[in-house]
């Protein structure tokens, strides 16, 4: 083996100079591990050029000794065990600096001692390995995020500025065709197919400027602190009814709608305005996707009132249920042509409700209908 500094393994390195005699159970200890010998400081620097030690003996005690074990000491590539093995007083500075300091009676355990810790040091070594692996790693995968991280942030401010651009640029070009369309449908006589068509498409486009506008509405506020007040679910409710019996698209369709609430129903604390438009967004996707009834249903469950809006249309599959709440996403781009809209009203749901600290679940089945629920606060009142 040799390791990355350069320097080939010597499992001990025994330094006892010349001038003390080396014990024969030290080195009959020893005879069991791989060890160099050496006589001299000057023997052992050389040594460690070219030998990384795990354990360093050192037997008896001397000055040259002290000053060698201070230089390895303070090596940064190398941090062996230092075991002293004597009989006499210890140097203060090397009692300082040694791990273990044994008395030569028990030499003959040296190899015991260091078996279990070479052992020890070898899985620490492997364990290190793995963790410096694993941290290039994570490194590798935070990098990785914070591309992803930027190259999703710059896609959300390009969105948004196409969002700010349409609602400013639409909003007049769009009051002028629906005006002029309105003036054609008082001279159509006998042919109102052709101006039913156009109201229609207009009244569709009408709707998706207002949902752009209120999205950039929402972008534009998501950083100011949001001031919520009682509301009764009811008020909501039938704000929302009234809007979608204005529109072209809905204004024979409200009389499906049915309402589950109790006659009593304690105020939730929030925005009234935007709950009222959550629950029109909710409601027209219900009754755009879905020919028979669509149920509301506003019921107190402890300190909470829980809203749930139910259709029986054609569901949503599974895999595209996380999708559905990102602006212009579009689970079929075949059911814009049929069902109409842009894949912005659940979007803006999704913005109300973050604002509201809540969030909309979502429970649906392929062709037996979906139902969108969340829960607001009963607010405190006297």
Known sequence: ????????????????????????????????????????????????????PEAIIIVGSSSEMDTFIQSIKTANEISPLLIQLTDTPVHTNLKDSADIILPTALADQLHVLLSAFIKQRTENNRLQRINNSLMQENERLRGELQQKASFSAEIDILRNAIVHNVAHELRTPLLQVKSAVALLSEDAGDNTTLVELAMGATTRLEAGVKNITVLNELINESFEAPSFEPVLLRDAYEAAVRNLRRSWEHKNNVERIRLHTPDILAPVLGDKHRLSIVLQLLIDNALKFSKESVDVIFR????????????YGIGIPEDKVNKIFESFYQVDTSSTKRYGGMGIGLSIVRFILDRHKTQVAVETEVDKGSTFAFSLPVAKTN
């Open 300 to 311: 107190r469950m402890g300190d909470e009132i829980h809203i749930a809006v139910r259709d």
């Open 1 to 52: 083996m040799v390791y990355t500094n350069g320097y080939t393994p010597s499992i001990v390195m025994l330094f006892a100079s010349e001038k003390q005699p080396l014990p024969a159970s030290v080195s009959d200890s020893l005879a069991q591990l791989d060890y160099t010998q050496v006589r001299s400081a000057e023997d052992a620097q050389r040594a460690l050029k070219s030998a990384h």
